[in-house]
């Protein structure tokens, strides 16, 4: 279990002494962290199952700021996973114990696994057990209204974005003014509709599925 800095109440030194891995941006592990991890697993035990998989919302490394400091808490292989909302009722529960019991436990040297688990600020560790993954699963709706305020699957007016917090004093969200989350109807050619969540400013969405 990680240790809390007495004075801070941040998970104490992950690596206590040890060299760190070398960083890489936290989009780039996160993307390698889905389709060498999370999606082998998906497909294994769910074929066919409709999602989308992405790195948005609080997070440094959402727009690319993160650095070496940031690894300290909050940062490291984690993703969101969009189902459709009745998939996210009946399947979301057995695709989080999946990769709970499944993932590797280390990912380029980082660890999947975040303790405390549950906690408002989380740290990677090794472990030897279950994974405390932080793969939230969700669907576009439920997340967005909780994000940001509004539905984007329905499109953003003028003043969903004005009314829209780009700090929050709790769950901290940037909100690029691009942000686009669209739907195309299933054709010839792509038999499911796609989704599509992205932003000028990141390449947030690796996988169209839905």
């Known amino acids: 279990m990680a240790g809390l800095d007495q004075l801070t109440g941040v998970p104490d030194d992950p690596y206590r002494g040890r060299m760190p891995p070398r960083f890489l941006p936290g989009l780039q592990l996160c993307r390698l962290f889905y389709t060498e991890a999370v999606r082998p697993l998906l497909e294994q035990a769910f074929p066919g199952l409709r999602h989308a998989a992405a790195r948005v919302g609080p997070g440094s490394e959402v727009l690319g700021f993160d650095g070496e400091r940031s690894v300290d808490h909050d940062w490291g292989p984690r993703l969101e996973l969009f189902l459709p909302a009745g998939d996210v009722t009946g399947y979301g529960e057995e695709v989080s114990a999946l990769l709970a019991a499944r993932l ?31 793969v939230h699963i969700t669907d576009v709706a439920s997340w967005s209204v909780g994000q940001l305020g509004f539905d984007a699957c329905a499109g953003m007016r003028d003043l969903d974005w004005l009314a829209g917090p780009t700090r929050s004093s709790t769950r901290p969200v940037s909100l690029p003014r691009s942000l686009t989350v669209s739907t195309t109807p299933p054709s010839p050619r792509c038999p499911r509709s796609a989704l599509s969540i992205s932003s000028s400013t990141a390449p947030m969405c690796w996988s169209s599925r839905i």
Not at 113 to 125: K, Q, T
């Open 104 to 134: 590797p436990r280390q990912i380029l040297d980082w660890p999947p696994h975040f303790e405390p688990p549950g906690a408002r600020v989380r740290i990677m560790r090794v472990t030897s057990g279950p994974v405390a993954h932080r």
